[in-house]
């Protein structure tokens, strides 16, 4: 999911936004007549709360609404056990079975893993015994992205991730260009370590789709934190493509005075690439939510917008996957987080299809009129 760390947020709480409350953009979903398609729809087994009920309340919707599912690891990289070759944490291997043990038997699978870190400025933390994003020890701390070791351990990681999971679909890294943004110093060697594993995992096993995903905001330009690198984030993504298999987005509609209105060239900048898209992540708020004091207006007829953008661009362009990240609201886990995260989360938290009392939105309908029209390959 995408970052917004260190004031990413900007972007949003701004007077402009504040000012225009009042100002709501009126739009009224139409019945959907969705095309047959081969697109995979799924969604992350991100919980509705923090409790098992949160977690079975989450799994049974994505069972009945779905035919993919997306296993999104952001907590780090086990390196040591990664490097030596050594079992990985017990917690870890057993969130690895409890994954395997609950994704339906017909159900396609997409892994997303990645060498960054939760802010995307640099080397992911460390998973251990004692939990995920752990600082690193001294002897990865300052390791850049393409040092021998942190290749072989990066690479051995991923390799274990496929043989665990036997994925349909791959990411090595996830939204790789915000590393542009903020860390761009960085970049290449960045690429060096992409393009090692890429090379190796495609060698071993030449039919699985393997990509790194682009954050879409970024790319283009439209977040604050974006705005001083913009003008190097093409190059930077031009040759990101060069090692990976789909332009896979990850992309999101925060609220009506979101920079970001669903329009008909909405992914033109991504087909420039030449790659076949996919949405790895995307979502859009339902409802208003204050963050940090400041009021984001959003309702569900603007998320049905979004939605009914992206799955018709899916259907029409036959995109491999599409993936919303939340599935059901998760208003009850937000007083259970820690601070800064409690405010964070808010920006997501209303990007389900279907709110924390089990009523299904606008976009829910739509989402299912898409799900009836696939057709398997």
């Not at 090595?172 to 260009?177: Q, S």
Request: net charge negative.
């Amino acid at each position: 999911m995408y970052k917004f760390i260190q004031g990413a947020l900007a972007a949003l709480l701004t007077s402009t936004v504040a000012s225009c409350e009042t100002e709501r953009p009126e739009f009224s979903p139409q019945p959907v007549a969705a095309v047959p398609h081969t697109v995979a729809m799924g969604f992350t087994r991100w919980p509705a709360d923090l409790t098992a009920a949160g977690v079975n309340k989450t799994y049974a919707f994505v069972q009945g609404h779905a035919n993919l599912i997306a296993h999104h690891f952001d907590g780090g990289v086990p390196w040591d056990e990664a490097l030596d070759g050594a079992p990985f944490p017990k917690h870890l291997r057993d969130d690895w079975a409890t994954r395997k043990s609950r994704t339906p038997a017909h159900f396609q699978t997409y892994v997303a893993v990645t060498p960054l870190d939760f802010d995307r400025t640099g080397l992911a933390l460390a998973w251990t015994d004692a939990g995920e994003n752990k600082p690193l020890t001294p002897y990865w701390s300052n390791k850049p992205f393409n040092h021998p070791n942190v290749k072989r351990a990066y690479l051995n990681y991923v390799e274990r991730v496929i043989a665990n999971f036997q994925p349909d679909y791959l990411a090595i890294g996830i939204e790789a260009n915000i590393l542009v943004s903020k860390s761009p110093a960085a970049w290449d060697t960045y690429l060096d370590l992409n393009q090692y594993v890429y090379r190796a995992i495609k060698t071993n096993h030449p039919s699985l789709p393997v990509f790194t995903t682009v954050q879409y905001e970024h790319l283009r330009g439209i977040e604050d934190e974006s705005k001083r690198n913009a003008g190097k984030q093409i190059a930077a993504v031009t040759e990101l493509m060069r090692h990976s298999d789909l332009m896979a987005l990850s992309t999101y509609k925060f609220g009506h005075f979101h920079p970001n209105p669903m329009r008909d060239d909405y992914f033109e900048i991504a087909e420039a690439f030449g790659k076949s898209i996919a949405i790895a992540e995307f979502g859009a708020m339902s409802a208003p939510v204050k963050i940090f004091g400041t009021r984001l207006s959003a309702d569900e007829a603007g998320q049905a917008r979004f939605v009914s953008g992206v799955l018709d661009y899916a259907a029409q362009n036959q995109v491999p996957f599409v993936v919303n990240w939340v599935a059901v609201d998760f208003d009850p886990m937000i007083k259970k987080l820690p601070s800064p995260m409690d405010e964070i989360a808010k920006a997501w938290v209303h990007t389900g299809l279907q709110d924390a009392d089990g009523d299904d939105k606008a976009a829910l309908d739509i989402w299912v009129s898409y799900l009836g029209a696939y057709q398997s390959n």
